[in-house]
């Protein structure tokens, strides 16, 4: 098994990087560098670039941000062998553009693609597995299950099998916000007998009892973990994340399962509610994230690139809520200890 599978088999934080934008919309490399720091020290084992946390509209001519957001965030946290920080890359679009950003993306040294389907919605599951081979002969492929809420799409069982049998599929990102269909893709995993791909919860409503359930199918069945989380949750917070990751590992080996574990599951449920906007079906989610950051000094503003994404009335009263309640969930401490020297650095 190579070196990029074992890791992702290990667990890891993998948080989705965030743009930074100052208030009149320019792109600040200094502040994006901070960021990208923050993420390496905090202890995250990966970073994901390009994705819908980055804002898919780099990609449009206009911004013309895809290429040197891509390239800044790979030469600023370097190397993913040695033990260095794997990096994940969105790669969007139909078939020809999906795999032009393959290429993209491994002349930048991006160990595997988080393949978007939300472009793919009319077509046949078939036609989309086919995609998908096609993308994974350019660079290892990181599945990835959208909920349809936020531009996904539902997708089969048997979908998920035939995915499966791609043997350049490195991991999958299941971000289905759905309970069956989770389990979809975990049994099609287990049953397709691919135990080198790692599962990744982008479940950001259920984090905690993602990474703490044993998935088994029959009464024969070694169970089946998810290794790790890479999530829009994580860009925030990220030295709690890294070491929440941790201590669930130990609770694993030790088996025994405190009842305390579902209440932090709840909270944790509560604060996304609250950074990614699902009072107003996550409008402002990106706006959230960055508003976060923003508050501890690491973005310049909560700005996006579109118009249309701001924080929701009452959402930063929201955040103010669960920040409050959950003291736990804050890397306030941490930031302030780092935060000029990052910035100093950029």
């Not at 390239?71 to 020809?96: H, L, Y």
């Not at 990102?173 to 007998?193: H, P, S």
């Not at 996304?272 to 699902?278: G, H």
């Amino acid at each position: 098994m190579n070196e990029l599978r074992q890791r992702l088999l290990e667990g890891m934080v993998i948080p989705a990087c965030p743009l930074a934008l100052d208030s009149d919309g320019r792109w600040s490399e200094r502040h994006q560098g901070a960021v990208l720091d923050y993420y390496r020290e905090a202890g995250a084992g990966g970073i994901a670039v390009g994705v819908h946390t980055t804002q898919f509209e780099i990609r449009e001519p206009q911004v013309g941000l895809y290429e040197p957001v891509l390239e800044f965030a790979s030469d600023r946290v370097g190397s993913g062998t040695q033990q260095g920080m794997i990096k994940v890359a969105g790669i969007c679009g139909e078939t020809a553009q999906a795999i032009r950003e393959a290429e993209t993306v491994e002349k930048f040294g991006y160990d595997a693609g988080l393949l978007s389907l939300a472009a793919l919605k009319d077509w046949s599951e078939e036609a989309i597995v086919e995609h998908c081979r096609e993308v994974a002969e350019v660079i290892p492929v990181f599945g990835f299950y959208l909920q349809p809420a936020v531009g996904g799409r539902d997708l089969s069982y048997g979908f998920w099998r035939e995915f499966a049998e791609i043997e350049n599929v490195v991991a999958i990102k299941i971000a289905a916000f759905n309970r069956y269909r989770t389990l979809d893709v975990i049994r099609a995993v287990v049953e397709a007998g691919r135990d080198d791909i790692a599962l990744y919860t982008g479940n950001d409503d259920h984090i905690i009892g993602d990474l703490l359930t044993p998935f088994s199918f029959t009464e024969d069945d070694e169970p089946r973990w998810f290794s790790g989380g890479l999530l829009g949750q994580w860009a925030v917070w990220t030295e709690r994340a890294v070491s929440l990751l941790e201590e669930i590992k130990r609770v694993r080996e030790s088996g025994l399962l405190l009842v305390e574990w579902l209440t932090r599951n709840a909270q944790l449920t509560d604060a996304n509610a609250a950074v990614f906007d699902a009072a107003n079906g996550f409008a402002g989610c990106i706006a959230g994230i960055n508003e976060v950051l923003r508050r501890q000094g690491l973005l310049p503003s909560n700005r996006c690139l579109s118009a249309e994404e701001v924080l929701s009335p009452g959402q930063g009263a929201e955040i103010d809520r669960v920040i409050s309640a959950y003291p736990w969930l804050a890397d306030d401490a941490f930031v302030v200890q780092n935060r000029d020297r990052w910035l100093e650095n950029s």
